[in-house]
Every structure is written in structure tokens, then in C-alpha cells.
Nanobody
Framework: QVQFVESGGGLVQPGGSLRLSCVAS????????MGWYRQAPGKQRELVGA???????NYGDSVKGRFTISRDNAKNTVYLQMNSLKPEDTAVYHC????????WGQGTQVTVSS
């Protein structure tokens, strides 16, 4: 079955960096687009970044120029490099992808605070 294992979240000071990883299994990873989404308390889930099977990318307006999404098909992994983090980036980050409209990972908490 489709599974995602996310890691890399944690507590970081404003201006710091984190790299999230999402390891996928149970489907042909390389042929599907993948994405990272986030949900902060009391807010709707929003797109952070997405990457196609041909490595084209797009980002949410609030993270453009600070975050980078990438993938390693040999490792069935999608990454999210987050730089210049702000307190408003605090959220649970989920990866999404795979067949039938996409599956969701369980999420990893990112907290940006001094």
C-alpha cells in the first residue's frame, strides 16, 4: 500500500533553516508529481511547493525565494529545503502524491520561534 514517512521537522529560530524529507513506498514514485502542504492551527491547508515527474516546480506565494522542493527518484524521496524561516511558517507539513488523486503523509511539525 502507499505509504509516506516524513522527517526533518523541529524547533528552529527565525532566520534558520530546516530540510524536510518524505520517503514514499507502494507506488511508482518517479512517474507522479509530489507536493508539500502545510496547515497551521486555525488555518486552511495550503500548498507550499510541488514538483512534477519532469522536475518542474511551483510554490506558494508566501515561500517563493525561501523554500526549494526537489526529488530523488532513486531514493523515492521528495525534499523541502526551507531557508530564512519565519514564525508564520510554523505548521504541520505534509507530503502528498501518488496515484488516484494523491495520498497524504502523517505530517511533521515545524515550529519557528525564538
Amino acid at each position: 500500500q502507499v505509504q509516506f514517512v516524513e522527517s526533518g521537522g523541529g524547533l528552529v529560530q527565525p532566520g534558520g533553516s530546516l530540510r524536510l524529507s518524505c520517503v514514499a513506498s507502494g507506488f511508482s514514485f518517479s512517474i507522479y508529481p509530489m507536493g508539500w502542504y502545510r496547515q497551521a492551527p486555525g488555518k486552511q491547508r495550503e500548498l507550499v511547493g510541488a514538483i512534477s515527474s519532469t522536475d518542474s516546480t511551483n510554490y506558494g506565494d508566501s515561500v517563493k525565494g525561501r523554500f526549494t522542493i526537489s526529488r530523488d527518484n532513486a531514493k523515492n524521496t521528495v525534499y523541502l529545503q526551507m531557508n530564512s524561516l519565519k514564525p508564520e511558517d510554523t505548521a504541520v507539513y505534509h507530503c502528498k502524491g501518488g496515484p488516484a488523486g494523491g495520498y497524504w503523509g502523517q505530517g511533521t511539525q515545524v515550529t519557528v520561534s525564538s
